[in-house]
């Protein structure tokens, strides 16, 4: 017989309610599917501010830029902002969305392994704190950005390191045959070193690896630091910043890092190799993933004797793409009985046109799931909705965010007439 749902798995301020329902920041989860309707995604934001409040602690005020990739929207955009964090932005379209929200540019660094010219423009224009150049083909647009008159920007070298993280293999990026960065090893990062020294168009101010995403393993970062700090240290240059890439754990049994732990791994790593420059880090997952609930409407359950069961939902791979990328694994439970046992078993499914649109392979429920129950799948709060997609023309949903027993809307629910906001034959 499954457990319930542990409550490690579920936002910091999730509580359980006298009818052995599931509150998260003072709201019923119940009730936010009656008033927002379903597929929702739910943000805890007490549990966003203490994630940020930690690295903050970890590594020191500034030293912490959030990854807006794992998940963005004006409203988290300037909650980062607000607890100290800086943005990181992989492109032009992320930039707009931290400028939109009230961020100041030179809070922000542009990232990206293939910036086109615009991008370059824009992100040196509005005056980025950094910009983190990938390529030597991205050298030579700084070149010829700088031809046209625009002032050099503030540049790190993004490395690649050499170091396989235990990862999936589409979020390992710190390896040797890796589309990210300057190989440490045949002499790419050393020449780009000297050129960005050398030349007019860019001031270099670090060196910057991420080894990946999703890592669970200390030592994969411990390795990383190390191999960067051999390489930076002779170079005496004022920032090193090591990435981001903490894993969570998504699934009953898996366990991760704290951030303070992987601060002190980090961190002790440095000085133990002489590292004097200042030490950042650009953590998403690890802020915004278990922040956040999906919640669902059950739509159809459909038993196959002797093969599996089938619980469709009103969701699917559009608003969490990652089991069908990655195979990832994801718990489910029922809000209206967060204490049930789960003892039935149960594929969860999409409403999408494709057998893998499956948001669980393999989940536990409870043995009395039906139609019309609200399902809800906990650490859904990085890159699901921001990898979201309109396949199938589902409209995507909204975002809500929680806190001291009230909710507010912070993304609204894509309408049909979104859908045809582009159209124009
Ligand atoms: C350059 C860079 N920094 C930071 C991150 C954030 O990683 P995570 O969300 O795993 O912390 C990523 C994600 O892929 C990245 O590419």
Redesign the pocket.
């Known amino acids: 017989m499954a457990m319930p749902i542990p409550f490690g798995l579920l936002p910091d301020t999730a509580r359980l309610a006298d009818d052995g329902s599931l509150l998260i920041g003072g709201c019923s989860l119940i009730e936010l599917a009656e008033t927002y309707g379903t597929p929702l995604f739910v943000y805890d934001e007490t549990h966003l501010r203490n994630r940020c409040r930690e690295a903050v602690s970890a590594f020191g005020y500034q030293n912490v830029v959030y990854?807006t990739?794992?998940f963005l929207c004006t409203a988290m955009a300037r909650l980062a902002y607000e607890e100290g964090l800086l943005l990181?932005v992989?492109t032009g379209g992320e930039l707009h969305v931290a400028l939109a929200a009230g961020v100041p540019a030179d809070a922000c660094t542009m990232?990206g392994n293939n910036k086109s010219i615009d991008e370059l423009r824009m992100a040196i224009t509005q005056g980025v704190r950094q910009v983190?150049v990938d390529s030597f083909d991205e050298m030579d647009r700084l070149d010829a950005l700088h031809l046209e008159g625009l002032a050099p920007p503030n540049v790190m070298l993004r490395i690649t390191p050499g170091v396989h993280a235990h990862t999936h293999e589409f979020?390992a990026?710190g390896q040797d045959d890796s589309k990210f960065g300057f190989n440490l090893r045949n002499g790419d990062a050393m020449i780009a070193v000297d050129r960005a020294r050398r030349c007019p168009s860019m001031q270099l101010v670090g060196l910057h690896c991420?080894i990946g995403?999703?890592v669970f393993a200390a030592s994969n970062f411990a390795k990383a630091a190390e191999v960067m700090a051999n390489f930076a240290v002779p170079l005496d240059l004022p920032e090193l910043v090591l990435?981001?890439?903490?894993g969570v754990a998504y699934t009953v049994g898996e366990e991760a890092p704290t951030i303070t732990q992987w601060g002190s791994v980090l961190l002790d790593a440095c000085a133990a190799l002489g590292v004097r420059s200042r030490v950042s880090v650009?953590?998403?997952?690890?802020i915004v993933a278990a922040a956040a609930v999906t919640l669902y409407s059950v739509g159809t359950v459909k038993r196959i004797p002797g093969i599996r069961t089938y619980i469709a939902v009103d969701g699917g791979m559009s608003d969490n793409p990652r089991p069908v990328l990655y195979g990832s694994g994801y718990e489910a439970f029922l809000p209206r009985a967060v204490e049930a046992e789960r003892g039935g078993s149960a594929r969860i499914v999409g409403k999408h046109c494709e057998s893998g649109d499956v948001l669980i392979f393999d989940a536990a429920v409870p043995g009395d799931i039906c139609v019309g129950d609200v399902l809800a799948t906990p650490v859904t709060g990085?890159y699901g909705q921001s990898m979201g997609s309109n396949y199938n023309k589902v409209p995507r949903p909204p975002v809500v965010f929680v806190g001291d027993g009230r909710s507010r809307l912070v993304v609204r629910r894509e309408t049909f007439d979104d859908l045809l906001a582009c159209d124009i034959g």
């Open positions: 990854a990739k794992a990181d992989a990232h983190v979020i990026t991420h995403s999703n990435g981001g890439g903490l650009e953590p998403g997952r690890s990085a």
